[in-house]
């Protein structure tokens, strides 16, 4: 069973960097042929698709974020980063890590795995 946890601070100040980790278990994040991405919810809105980094290290990411997100990976330690740039309070969300067998997740489904969700709000 693949199991994945998000971490990462709750709380980030305008103008800095959001960074989170998402630990995977149960499985590589090297497994052909997997996508591992990055999906984020704010209060009121749809899910919204970040980017994702490939079983094999290729990055991808939205248009409308590319310019503020790294996506990253340490294979040694199973783990996936996001690093989000210049936040404001319309980055606070649940922030998800997940899964799937598609470059870009908008919903869930069972062939996904997702972890539970970490809240972040962007504050001073």
């Known amino acids: 069973q693949v199991q994945l946890q998000e971490s990462g601070p709750g709380l980030v100040k305008p103008s800095q960097t959001l960074s989170l980790t998402c630990t995977v278990s149960?499985?590589?994040?090297?497994?052909?042929?997997?996508?591992w991405s990055w999906i984020r919810q704010s209060p009121g809105k749809e899910l919204e698709w970040m980017g994702a980094?490939?079983?094999?290290?290729?990055?991808y990411y939205s248009p409308s974020l590319k310019s503020r997100t790294s996506i990253s990976r340490d294979t040694s330690k199973n783990q996936f980063t996001l690093q989000l740039s210049s936040v404001t309070p319309k980055d606070t969300a649940v922030y998800y890590c997940?899964?799937?067998?598609?470059?870009?997740?908008?919903?869930?489904?069972?062939?996904?795995?997702w972890g539970q969700g970490t809240q972040v709000t962007v504050s001073s």
């Open positions: 997940a899964r799937a067998n598609r470059k870009v997740v908008t919903s869930k489904t069972p062939s996904d795995y």
């Open positions: 149960g499985g590589s994040i090297t497994t052909n042929y997997y996508f």
């Open positions: 980094i490939s079983y094999s290290g290729n990055t």
